[in-house]
């Protein structure tokens, strides 16, 4: 009996842990409105730069996101006055993917 406990205590956190990575990921940095993760997994999705196993992925996470945003409402509102001009995480990870991308290889 306590190995089932212990076994479903343990995969509902597990479950838990791993969704909402979008909206966790948009909530680390500053404020991008309401519902950042939901609109970074459909931007996935719509890109046709994403990459092939990426795509189910945020398919798979886009319900949790949606649910995680709901949840961090409050803490959306509270925050929609604070700075907006720095970075957050992801821009940055982008921005710098793009650098790479227009940057020509060196002929050594």
Known sequence: MLRKVLFVVTAGCTVLGTSGCS??????G???????GTRASMQVLRDKDSNWCIRPLAAIDLPFS?????VL???DYFRRD???DEESPRSRM???????RATPPKDD
Request: negative net charge; proline residues 10%.
């Open 94 to 100: 982008l921005h710098s993917h793009q650098h790479e």
């Open 73 to 75: 409402l409050p803490y």
């Open 82 to 84: 604070s700075n907006t």
């Open 30 to 36: 500053p404020y991008q409105g309401y519902y950042p």
């Open 23 to 28: 909206s966790v990921m948009t909530h680390t």
């Open 66 to 70: 949606a649910v995680l945003d709901t």
